[in-house]
Nanobody, 115 residues
Framework: QVQLVESGGGLVQPGGSLRLSCAAS????????MGWYRQAPGKEREWVAT???????NSADAVKGRFTISRDNAKNTVYLQMNSLKPEDTAVYYC?????????WGQGTQVTVSS
């Protein structure tokens, strides 16, 4: 079994920054992909960014140049550095881990961008 715990969400003003963390525990294998998704009120969950076990990254156009995904394999932790935040970034942010074809989700952390 795999458990994912996100942290780092909160309230921030437009233009501000936040850093989200997601710590994985349990049966974690070396080769897995980790990523971030978000879901705003009344909208479907959308993909934000992904990072492979080898460190290859990809991100959605809406966050390119503002958000950076990274990981620490020794700590089984993935991060999302969010800069230049906008009100439209307000959402619950979820961490996902994929290994051997199975998907695991965290419980989510709220990010609110408002003045």
């Amino acid at each position: 079994q795999v458990q994912l715990v996100e942290s780092g969400g909160g309230l921030v003003q437009p233009g501000g920054s936040l850093r989200l963390s997601c710590a994985a525990s349990g049966s974690i294998f070396r080769y897995n992909d980790m990523g971030w998704y978000r879901q705003a009120p009344g909208k479907e969950r959308e993909w934000v960014a992904t990072i492979s076990a080898g460190g290859r990254t990809n991100s959605a156009d809406a966050v390119k140049g503002r958000f950076t995904i990274s990981r620490d394999n020794a700590k089984n932790t993935v991060y999302l550095q969010m800069n230049s935040l906008k009100p439209e970034d307000t959402a619950v942010y979820y961490c996902k881990l994929i290994q051997y074809g199975l998907q695991y989700w965290g419980q989510g952390t709220q990010v609110t961008v408002s003045s």
